[in-house]
T-cell receptor, first 118, second 115 residues
């Protein structure tokens, strides 16, 4: 079974500062993918960044980077130069390998509500 | 990018009525679609996996007779909440898996309020 843990129900960050949102995971799959999504108050899920378990380098997408530490089973999201529009709920998610049968759906963490302060 | 459209985006209905929510992939074929339910300030919980041309696979604890899922074509899956009750009020989100690449795309969500 897969499990995603986000231990920060809420986070505050000053505008223009960087913030790290924590995510740890547990899986027995040898191959898996880790995702971060942003969900603003309107509800839609916005894909931010993806990290494959065999990727050698940490993923980066603009102001988003993923601090992937495989041995510690953590995949923290770093948002640099926070903007007011970054205020939203952020979800970490995992997708397992085809062989495990869990490849097809995402398992989500409980989310972190980020508030960017002016 | 790929677009997944959900309709309606919000619906209010009376207790006892049935409500149908559509999930449509607009510019790609989706052999698999997923339906999630999200309560306020909580995570997305997978309800069922919908495969084109076959019966949906429901997660444990989800009543298949309550939440009817149909995936009649490669671009459309529907979720019907039958005999809705106030406890069914929730945010329902679908995601579609692009057949050619395996990528997942989410719909905008549908907010159901049962009075």
């Amino acid at each position: 079974a897969q499990k995603i843990t986000q231990t920060q129900p809420g986070m505050f960050v000053q505008e223009k500062e960087a913030v790290t949102l924590d995510c740890t995971y547990d899986t027995s799959d040898p191959s898996y993918g880790l995702f971060w999504y942003k969900q603003p108050s309107s509800g839609e899920m916005i894909f931010l960044i993806y990290q494959g378990s065999y990727d050698q380098q940490n993923a980066t997408e603009g102001r988003y980077s993923l601090n992937f530490q495989k041995a510690r089973k953590s995949a923290n999201l770093v948002i640099s130069a926070s903007q007011l529009g970054d205020s939203a709920m952020y979800f970490c998610a995992m997708r397992g390998s085809v062989s495990s049968g869990s490849a097809r759906q995402l398992t989500f963490g409980s989310g972190t509500q980020l508030t960017v302060l002016p | 990018g790929a677009v997944v459209s959900q309709h309606p985006s919000w619906v209010i209905c009376k207790s006892g009525t049935s409500v149908k929510i559509e999930c449509r992939s607009l510019d790609f074929q989706a052999t698999t679609m997923f339906w999630y339910r999200q309560f306020p300030k909580q995570s997305l919980m997978l309800m069922a996996t919908s495969n084109e041309g076959s019966k949906a696979t429901y997660e444990q604890g989800v009543e298949k007779d309550k939440f009817l899922i149909n995936h009649a074509s490669l671009t459309l899956s529907t979720l019907t909440v039958t005999s809705a009750h106030p406890e069914d009020s929730s945010f329902y989100i679908c995601s579609a898996r692009r057949a050619s690449t395996g990528e997942l795309f989410f719909g905008e969500g549908s907010r159901l309020t049962v009075l």
